[in-house]
């Protein structure tokens, strides 16, 4: 204990990380590119009304902004986006533009020009996961057509005259088209409903001279990702044939198949967004890697030998997008005290050049809580991944069990990591620990401990997050009448959830979340709609009334906090009111707060900064009741 610290209570020390510093950092860096000592990526500006701009540097080291307002590249493929823009060697570079989705080239030195026509229907046409070959756009296009959602893999000429080609088509999804080095095969992955990417998908290839495909790898059970020449013949890839996302080499006319490092750990994560690249191939032949559980380290892989040498930087994790020029590598690298930053990374050298950071200024270190992986068992005997952030404070601390909020991730195919998260330091710095849990369904820890969700949505999630509660008190970490629990999205839907089914917590907080399955399978967008059967079955009155919140309110005895976004395609807001009427009607505490023009998670700094100056209201409130 510092002689300093004076005690106060929990949940009211003084802090230097105001709302607006939280809700104006966070910039969400994103899909570097690299062409020689060139690198590009992509900033979210949440000052700017959660505009997506695009940054340059140049070889002289000179940063500067490529993409001014209002444009904003930004893709609406499968609603979560993902890769939405690609650099055209000598000419500029490609983007998808947020407003009307249509490709636009923005020219090095001039006004952007679009390359795809207008749709009948506004952003009836999306695209994404662009790749540029040939003087040719090559991407996943997304069609909206009186309801009806289809996709393809198509081409679209630079020049900006002629009509889009169509490459690939005949599944529901489409993701990684890659060209062979000599122009004459395109390699793609596909699936269809009722899977999701993480489910199953397969690799094929296309000869483009007569469009013959074949099935290379994958199917209804093995998730294939990220597929990567390595010559004429040969494809690197993914794989969780084996229960982890490892990398394998296969043929394209023989598909055997060679593992190339084979180990229980993942070299991948889930594919929410469009143009993840896990792994990039170095002018030496080797690989450079992210793998491990939970956290990915970054490591270089000799294939022929299967030798892993973690590279030794100071970032304890990186996010599952890397570019390579042949001889250096750029990631998204983050620690428990570094924010998360765009590093270029000499793999021969080891020397590691911090380009941008998501958060310019950080409180001092001593505000800082440094994440803590910890196990805890669950119901049967489950053994449960999470981060615990305990409060820290240079000049306060509190006296016996602090409060706590169990955070729970969306997705639920989602996962969380141990980065420097100035959110949680908002809360962790007033004196509110935060445990972040991975409940069973997570990635990032095998086959195995996601598919404990199959079929047990509102079940699985639920325990853990209640067993996270009762780990904190048992362990004397926690006070067991101050334990809030808070979520977004899917992580909505257990909070809402584990409030009904348990009296562990004193209140929730949910975020877009999901009160009500059928509305929500009938009103959701199409990447997800089938998505529920894998987590829940069937559609079924009885199965559905056992599990959903909506029906559920007679179970809580705690105070509920909803926040939503009146523009959400994904959770549309008649989720968060049926919920809240549902309360209301039981004359349960509950605060329901929208947002106008908000979608699935805020990006806009004010709605932010509102959102969390109401959280920390509630907490103070029924931490101190």
């Given at each position: 204990?510092?002689?300093?610290?004076?005690v106060?209570?929990?949940?009211?020390?003084?802090?230097?990380?105001?709302?607006?510093?939280?809700?104006?950092?966070?910039?969400?860096?994103?899909?570097?590119?690299?062409?020689?000592?060139?690198?590009?990526?992509?900033?979210?500006?949440?000052?700017?009304?959660?505009?997506?701009?695009?940054?340059?540097?140049?070889?002289?080291?000179?940063?500067?902004e490529?993409?001014?307002?209002?444009?904003?590249?930004?893709?609406?493929?499968?609603?979560?986006?993902?890769?939405?823009?690609?650099?055209?060697?000598?000419?500029?570079?490609?983007?998808?533009?947020?407003?009307?989705?249509?490709?636009?080239?923005?020219?090095?030195?001039?006004?952007?020009?679009?390359?795809?026509?207008?749709?009948?229907?506004?952003?009836?046409?999306?695209?994404?996961?662009?790749?540029?070959?040939?003087?040719?756009?090559?991407?996943?296009?997304?069609?909206?057509?009186?309801?009806?959602?289809?996709?393809?893999?198509?081409?679209?000429?630079?020049?900006?005259?002629?009509?889009?080609?169509?490459?690939?088509?005949?599944?529901?999804?489409y993701?990684?088209?890659?060209?062979?080095?000599?122009?004459?095969?395109?390699?793609?992955?596909?699936?269809?409903?009722?899977?999701?990417?993480?489910?199953?998908?397969?690799?094929?290839?296309?000869?483009?001279?007569?469009?013959?495909?074949?099935?290379?790898?994958?199917?209804?059970?093995?998730?294939?990702?990220?597929?990567?020449?390595?010559?004429?013949?040969?494809?690197?890839?993914?794989?969780?044939?084996?229960?982890?996302?490892?990398?394998?080499?296969?043929?394209?006319?023989?598909?055997?198949?060679?593992?190339?490092?084979?180990?229980?750990?993942?070299f991948?994560?889930?594919?929410?967004?469009?143009?993840?690249?896990?792994?990039?191939?170095?002018?030496?032949?080797?690989?450079?890697?992210?793998?491990?559980?939970?956290?990915?380290?970054?490591?270089?892989?000799?294939?022929?030998?299967?030798?892993?040498?973690?590279?030794?930087?100071?970032?304890?994790?990186?996010?599952?997008?890397?570019?390579?020029?042949?001889?250096?590598?750029?990631?998204?690298?983050?620690?428990?005290?570094?924010?998360?930053?765009?590093?270029?990374?000499?793999?021969?050298?080891?020397?590691a050049?911090?380009?941008?950071?998501?958060?310019?200024?950080?409180?001092?270190?001593?505000?800082?809580?440094?994440?803590?992986?910890?196990?805890?068992?669950?119901?049967?005997?489950?053994?449960?991944?999470?981060?615990?952030?305990?409060?820290?404070?240079?000049?306060a601390?509190?006296?016996?069990?602090?409060?706590?909020?169990?955070?729970?991730?969306?997705?639920?195919?989602?996962?969380?990591?141990?980065?420097?998260?100035?959110?949680?330091?908002f809360?962790?710095?007033?004196?509110?620990?935060?445990?972040?849990?991975?409940?069973?369904?997570?990635?990032?820890?095998?086959?195995?401990?996601?598919?404990?969700?199959?079929?047990?949505?509102?079940?699985?999630?639920?325990?853990?997050?209640?067993?996270?509660?009762?780990?904190?008190?048992a362990?004397?970490l926690?006070?067991?009448?101050?334990?809030?629990?808070r979520?977004?999205?899917?992580?909505?839907?257990?909070?809402?959830?584990?409030?009904?089914?348990?009296?562990?917590?004193?209140?929730?907080v949910?975020?877009?979340?999901?009160?009500?399955?059928?509305?929500?399978?009938?009103?959701?967008?199409?990447?997800?709609?089938?998505?529920?059967?894998?987590?829940?079955?069937?559609?079924?009155?009885?199965?559905?009334?056992?599990?959903?919140?909506?029906?559920?309110?007679?179970?809580?005895?705690?105070?509920?906090?909803?926040?939503?976004?009146?523009?959400?395609?994904?959770?549309?807001?008649?989720?968060?009111?049926?919920?809240?009427?549902?309360?209301?009607?039981?004359?349960?505490?509950?605060?329901?707060?929208?947002?106008?023009?908000?979608?699935?998670?805020?990006?806009?700094?004010?709605?932010?900064?509102?959102?969390?100056?109401?959280?920390?209201?509630?907490y103070?409130?029924?931490?101190?009741?």
């Amino acid at each position: 204990m510092s002689p300093e610290q004076v005690v106060l209570p929990y949940a009211t020390w003084p802090s230097p990380v105001s709302t607006s510093d939280v809700a104006r950092s966070g910039l969400r860096l994103g899909y570097p590119t690299m062409l020689g000592e060139e690198v590009w990526w992509t900033e979210d500006r949440p000052a700017e009304g959660g505009r997506t701009t695009i940054v340059h540097r140049g070889a002289d080291g000179a940063q500067r902004e490529l993409l001014s307002a209002p444009w904003s590249a930004r893709t609406r493929v499968h609603e979560y986006g993902g890769r939405s823009y690609a650099v055209v060697p000598g000419e500029g570079v490609v983007f998808a533009n947020f407003v009307d989705q249509r490709l636009y080239l923005l020219p090095t030195g001039g006004e952007p020009r679009p390359l795809t026509p207008e749709p009948e229907e506004p952003t009836a046409l999306r695209y994404a996961d662009l790749v540029v070959h040939d003087g040719q756009i090559w991407c996943v296009r997304e069609r909206h057509d009186d309801g009806r959602v289809t996709r393809s893999i198509v081409s679209i000429p630079l020049s900006g005259e002629g009509e889009p080609r169509e490459r690939a088509a005949g599944h529901d999804f489409y993701a990684a088209p890659a060209i062979s080095p000599d122009g004459e095969h395109l390699a793609f992955v596909c699936w269809d409903h009722p899977r999701m990417p993480w489910n199953g998908t397969e690799l094929w290839v296309s000869r483009l001279d007569d469009g013959t495909s074949w099935k290379v790898k994958g199917g209804t059970s093995e998730s294939v990702l990220a597929p990567q020449w390595r010559d004429e013949r040969h494809l690197y890839l993914i794989s969780d044939s084996s229960g982890w996302w490892n990398l394998y080499l296969v043929g394209i006319h023989d598909t055997s198949s060679r593992a190339l490092y084979p180990a229980e750990q993942e070299f991948a994560g889930p594919l929410w967004q469009l143009g993840a690249v896990p792994y990039a191939l170095m002018d030496d032949g080797s690989l450079a890697v992210l793998h491990g559980r939970g956290d990915l380290r970054l490591g270089v892989l000799d294939p022929d030998s299967g030798v892993l040498s973690d590279l030794g930087v100071p970032y304890e994790g990186w996010e599952v997008v890397l570019a390579t020029n042949g001889h250096a590598v750029t990631g998204i690298g983050y620690g428990p005290a570094l924010p998360r930053s765009i590093v270029r990374i000499d793999t021969v050298t080891g020397r590691a050049e911090e380009l941008r950071r998501d958060v310019n200024e950080l409180p001092a270190p001593g505000y800082l809580p440094l994440a803590e992986a910890v196990e805890f068992e669950s119901r049967f005997g489950r053994e449960v991944h999470a981060f615990l952030y305990p409060p820290s404070n240079p000049v306060a601390r509190g006296e016996g069990p602090a409060p706590y909020v169990v955070f729970v991730h969306g997705g639920p195919t989602g996962n969380s990591v141990g980065a420097l998260d100035l959110e949680k330091t908002f809360f962790t710095s007033r004196g509110i620990g935060v445990l972040d849990v991975n409940y069973g369904g997570s990635t990032g820890y095998g086959r195995v401990y996601r598919e404990r969700l199959r079929g047990q949505w509102g079940v699985v999630d639920v325990e853990d997050a209640i067993a996270a509660a009762e780990w904190l008190a048992a362990e004397g970490l926690g006070d067991p009448a101050r334990i809030a629990i808070r979520g977004g999205s899917a992580g909505g839907w257990t909070v809402m959830a584990a409030c009904c089914a348990s009296d562990a917590f004193a209140g929730g907080v949910s975020y877009y979340g999901v009160s009500e399955l059928t509305g929500f399978n009938a009103t959701t967008h199409d990447f997800e709609s089938r998505y529920v059967e894998w987590l829940v079955g069937p559609e079924d009155p009885a199965l559905y009334a056992s599990r959903e919140p909506v029906g559920r309110v007679a179970g809580v005895s705690c105070p509920m906090l909803l926040l939503q976004g009146l523009s959400d395609p994904v959770v549309p807001p008649a989720q968060s009111q049926a919920f809240a009427d549902a309360l209301a009607e039981r004359g349960v505490p509950c605060t329901y707060l929208t947002f106008e023009g908000e979608a699935h998670g805020f990006r806009r700094a004010e709605t932010r900064s509102a959102a969390l100056a109401t959280e920390l209201a509630f907490y103070q409130q029924i931490f101190h009741s």
